[in-house]
Protein backbone atom coordinates (compact mmCIF):
# COMPACT_ATOMS: atom_id res chain seq x y z
CA UNK A 1 0.00 0.00 0.00
CA UNK A 2 2.49 2.53 0.83
CA UNK A 3 4.43 1.50 -2.61
CA UNK A 4 0.88 2.29 -4.47
CA UNK A 5 0.82 6.00 -2.22
CA UNK A 6 4.01 6.75 -3.14
CA UNK A 7 3.58 6.00 -6.53
CA UNK A 8 0.28 8.20 -6.62
CA UNK A 9 2.13 11.13 -5.55
CA UNK A 10 4.58 10.72 -8.09
CA UNK A 11 2.32 11.22 -11.16
CA UNK A 12 1.34 14.77 -11.08
CA UNK A 13 5.49 15.68 -11.65
CA UNK A 14 5.19 12.88 -14.40
CA UNK A 15 2.40 14.73 -15.96
CA UNK A 16 4.11 18.08 -15.73
CA UNK A 17 7.47 16.95 -17.26
CA UNK A 18 6.07 15.29 -20.39
CA UNK A 19 6.21 19.09 -22.18
CA UNK A 20 4.31 20.44 -25.04
CA UNK A 21 1.71 19.24 -26.84
CA UNK A 22 1.40 19.57 -30.55
CA UNK A 23 -1.24 21.89 -30.87
CA UNK A 24 0.16 24.65 -27.95
CA UNK A 25 3.64 23.77 -30.19
CA UNK A 26 1.86 24.76 -33.15
CA UNK A 27 0.02 27.91 -32.07
CA UNK A 28 3.82 29.10 -30.74
CA UNK A 29 5.25 28.66 -33.95
CA UNK A 30 2.27 30.43 -36.03
CA UNK A 31 2.48 33.81 -32.97
CA UNK A 32 6.09 33.60 -33.40
CA UNK A 33 5.82 33.66 -37.33
CA UNK A 34 3.33 36.07 -36.69
CA UNK A 35 6.10 38.65 -35.41
CA UNK A 36 8.48 37.87 -37.73
CA UNK A 37 6.57 38.68 -40.54
CA UNK A 38 5.05 41.90 -39.05
CA UNK A 39 9.03 42.64 -38.16
CA UNK A 40 10.23 41.81 -41.86
CA UNK A 41 7.27 44.22 -43.26
CA UNK A 42 9.23 47.10 -41.01
CA UNK A 43 12.02 46.32 -42.11
CA UNK A 44 11.19 46.10 -45.56
CA UNK A 45 9.53 49.77 -45.62
CA UNK A 46 12.13 51.42 -43.29
CA UNK A 47 14.51 50.27 -46.03
CA UNK A 48 12.31 51.24 -48.93
CA UNK A 49 11.92 54.24 -46.84
CA UNK A 50 15.43 54.96 -46.85
CA UNK A 51 16.15 54.22 -50.54
CA UNK A 52 13.72 57.03 -51.30
CA UNK A 53 15.14 59.45 -49.50
CA UNK A 54 18.78 58.68 -50.46
CA UNK A 55 17.13 59.22 -53.75
CA UNK A 56 15.17 62.50 -52.95
CA UNK A 57 18.32 63.83 -51.94
CA UNK A 58 20.53 63.15 -54.86
CA UNK A 59 17.85 64.45 -57.16
CA UNK A 60 17.77 67.58 -55.02
CA UNK A 61 21.07 68.17 -54.71
CA UNK A 62 21.53 67.85 -58.73
CA UNK A 63 19.23 69.87 -59.29
CA UNK A 64 19.93 72.48 -56.77
CA UNK A 65 23.57 72.28 -57.75
CA UNK A 66 22.12 73.21 -61.75
CA UNK A 67 19.80 75.88 -61.11
CA UNK A 68 22.82 77.40 -58.89
CA UNK A 69 25.42 76.85 -61.46
CA UNK A 70 23.18 78.86 -64.49
CA UNK A 71 21.45 81.65 -62.39
CA UNK A 72 25.14 82.55 -61.07
CA UNK A 73 26.32 82.03 -64.73
CA UNK A 74 23.35 83.74 -66.68
CA UNK A 75 23.86 86.79 -63.72
CA UNK A 76 27.21 87.53 -65.31
CA UNK A 77 25.96 87.85 -68.80
CA UNK A 78 26.56 91.09 -70.89
CA UNK A 79 29.19 92.05 -68.72
CA UNK A 80 32.03 94.53 -70.17
CA UNK A 81 34.87 95.22 -69.04
CA UNK A 82 35.33 98.90 -70.75
CA UNK A 83 31.14 99.64 -69.44
CA UNK A 84 32.12 103.49 -69.05
CA UNK A 85 31.95 103.82 -72.50
CA UNK A 86 28.67 102.84 -72.80
CA UNK A 87 27.70 104.63 -69.39
CA UNK A 88 26.64 107.70 -71.30
CA UNK A 89 23.80 109.00 -73.60
CA UNK A 90 25.49 109.72 -76.63
CA UNK A 91 27.54 106.76 -76.05
CA UNK A 92 30.27 105.92 -78.49
CA UNK A 93 30.21 102.37 -78.54
CA UNK A 94 27.55 99.78 -78.25
CA UNK A 95 28.29 97.03 -75.47
CA UNK A 96 29.41 93.81 -77.54
CA UNK A 97 27.99 91.54 -75.19
CA UNK A 98 24.44 92.76 -74.77
CA UNK A 99 22.98 90.20 -76.53
CA UNK A 100 20.99 87.34 -75.37
CA UNK A 101 19.24 84.49 -77.22
CA UNK A 102 16.31 82.34 -76.23
CA UNK A 103 15.29 79.22 -78.74
CA UNK A 104 12.97 78.92 -79.39
CA UNK A 105 10.57 81.86 -79.11
CA UNK A 106 7.09 80.26 -78.08
CA UNK A 107 8.77 77.86 -75.17
CA UNK A 108 12.77 78.65 -74.64
CA UNK A 109 14.64 75.89 -73.78
CA UNK A 110 18.06 77.37 -74.42
CA UNK A 111 19.48 80.10 -73.58
CA UNK A 112 22.83 81.97 -75.09
CA UNK A 113 24.97 85.50 -73.53
CA UNK A 114 28.55 86.51 -73.48
CA UNK A 115 30.34 88.68 -71.00
CA UNK A 116 33.83 89.34 -71.39
CA UNK A 117 36.73 87.15 -70.22
CA UNK A 118 39.72 89.66 -71.66
CA UNK A 119 42.73 90.03 -69.43
CA UNK A 120 42.98 93.32 -71.13
CA UNK A 121 40.01 94.25 -72.60
CA UNK A 122 39.39 94.27 -76.32
CA UNK A 123 36.15 95.37 -76.70
CA UNK A 124 34.97 92.82 -79.14
CA UNK A 125 33.47 89.31 -78.40
CA UNK A 126 35.67 86.28 -78.97
CA UNK A 127 34.70 82.77 -79.08
CA UNK A 128 35.86 81.58 -75.95
CA UNK A 129 32.73 84.53 -74.30
CA UNK A 130 29.83 82.61 -75.31
CA UNK A 131 27.94 80.99 -72.81
CA UNK A 132 24.62 79.10 -72.23
CA UNK A 133 22.79 76.58 -71.41
CA UNK A 134 20.39 74.35 -73.36
CA UNK A 135 18.05 70.73 -72.58
CA UNK A 136 18.99 68.03 -74.81
CA UNK A 137 18.80 63.88 -74.21
CA UNK A 138 16.89 64.56 -70.79
CA UNK A 139 20.14 66.63 -69.55
CA UNK A 140 21.66 70.32 -68.78
CA UNK A 141 24.31 71.43 -71.46
CA UNK A 142 26.70 74.27 -71.13
CA UNK A 143 27.95 75.88 -73.61
CA UNK A 144 32.09 76.50 -73.35
CA UNK A 145 32.32 78.66 -76.79
CA UNK A 146 31.22 79.82 -79.49
CA UNK A 147 30.89 81.57 -83.38
CA UNK A 148 28.85 84.12 -82.00
CA UNK A 149 26.31 85.57 -79.65
CA UNK A 150 23.22 83.15 -80.78
CA UNK A 151 25.79 80.32 -82.39
CA UNK A 152 27.35 78.01 -79.80
CA UNK A 153 29.69 74.81 -81.14
CA UNK A 154 31.14 73.60 -77.82
CA UNK A 155 28.45 72.08 -75.57
CA UNK A 156 28.91 69.86 -72.46
CA UNK A 157 26.88 67.96 -70.56
CA UNK A 158 26.49 69.48 -67.25
CA UNK A 159 23.47 67.22 -65.23
CA UNK A 160 24.16 63.24 -64.40
CA UNK A 161 21.90 61.27 -66.63
CA UNK A 162 22.28 58.29 -64.17
CA UNK A 163 20.61 59.98 -61.39
CA UNK A 164 17.79 61.82 -62.88
CA UNK A 165 16.08 62.99 -66.45
CA UNK A 166 15.54 66.93 -67.07
CA UNK A 167 12.41 66.89 -68.36
CA UNK A 168 11.70 70.80 -68.53
CA UNK A 169 14.03 73.55 -68.76
CA UNK A 170 11.51 76.72 -69.31
CA UNK A 171 12.91 80.12 -69.28
CA UNK A 172 10.65 82.89 -69.25
CA UNK A 173 11.73 86.57 -69.85
CA UNK A 174 10.99 89.55 -68.49
CA UNK A 175 12.16 93.27 -69.95
CA UNK A 176 11.48 96.44 -68.53
CA UNK A 177 12.89 99.36 -70.74
CA UNK A 178 13.37 102.59 -69.13
CA UNK A 179 13.80 105.67 -71.53
CA UNK A 180 16.74 108.07 -71.15
CA UNK A 181 15.77 110.70 -74.11
CA UNK A 182 15.87 113.23 -71.16
CA UNK A 183 19.72 112.78 -70.58
CA UNK A 184 20.02 113.95 -74.65
CA UNK A 185 21.34 117.87 -74.64
CA UNK A 186 18.88 117.99 -77.62
CA UNK A 187 15.70 116.69 -78.59
CA UNK A 188 15.38 113.35 -79.02
CA UNK A 189 12.61 112.08 -81.20
CA UNK A 190 11.99 108.41 -82.71
CA UNK A 191 9.05 105.82 -84.00
CA UNK A 192 7.93 102.85 -82.46
CA UNK A 193 9.42 100.97 -85.89
CA UNK A 194 12.67 102.66 -85.79
CA UNK A 195 13.51 103.30 -81.76
CA UNK A 196 16.96 105.39 -81.84
CA UNK A 197 17.14 106.88 -78.59
CA UNK A 198 18.46 106.52 -75.71
CA UNK A 199 16.87 104.07 -73.32
CA UNK A 200 18.01 101.31 -70.83
CA UNK A 201 17.25 97.72 -70.94
CA UNK A 202 15.98 95.75 -67.90
CA UNK A 203 16.09 92.01 -68.22
CA UNK A 204 15.51 89.25 -65.66
CA UNK A 205 14.42 85.77 -66.29
CA UNK A 206 12.18 83.15 -64.59
CA UNK A 207 13.52 79.34 -64.75
CA UNK A 208 11.75 76.18 -64.21
CA UNK A 209 13.78 73.28 -63.81
CA UNK A 210 12.00 69.98 -63.68
CA UNK A 211 13.76 65.91 -62.90
CA UNK A 212 12.52 63.05 -62.54
CA UNK A 213 14.54 59.72 -60.68
CA UNK A 214 15.89 57.66 -63.43
CA UNK A 215 14.85 54.59 -61.14
CA UNK A 216 11.71 55.93 -60.00
CA UNK A 217 9.76 57.15 -62.20
CA UNK A 218 6.99 58.51 -59.55
CA UNK A 219 10.11 60.86 -58.01
CA UNK A 220 10.05 64.19 -59.47
CA UNK A 221 10.81 67.99 -58.13
CA UNK A 222 10.71 70.61 -59.52
CA UNK A 223 13.00 73.74 -59.21
CA UNK A 224 11.82 78.01 -59.67
CA UNK A 225 14.40 80.94 -59.63
CA UNK A 226 14.22 84.50 -60.72
CA UNK A 227 17.54 86.24 -61.80
CA UNK A 228 18.67 89.62 -62.99
CA UNK A 229 21.78 90.37 -65.43
CA UNK A 230 23.37 92.63 -63.41
CA UNK A 231 25.14 93.92 -66.66
CA UNK A 232 21.56 96.43 -68.09
CA UNK A 233 21.98 97.16 -71.63
CA UNK A 234 21.76 100.41 -73.14
CA UNK A 235 20.50 100.93 -76.57
CA UNK A 236 20.04 103.88 -79.03
CA UNK A 237 22.19 107.32 -78.74
CA UNK A 238 21.16 111.18 -78.63
CA UNK A 239 21.23 112.63 -81.97
CA UNK A 240 24.23 114.54 -82.66
Not at 106 to 130: C, G, K
Not at 166 to 181: N, Y
Not at 215 to 223: E, G, K, Q, Y
Request: net charge positive; glycine share 6%; hydrophobic share 40%.
Amino acid sequence: MLGSVMGSKRLPTRRLARGLSIVELLVGMAIGLFILAGSSALFVANIASSRRLALETRINQDLRATMDLIVRDLRRGAYWGNALAATRAEAVQANPYATVSLTPPTDPNQILYSYTRDTTESSSLDSNEVFGFRLAGGAIQMCMGGSSASACSNWQTLSNTDILTISTLHITPTETTLDLRSACPTNCTDTVLAPSCPRLQVRSYAIVLTGTSTTDAALSRTLRSQVRLRNDALLGSCPA
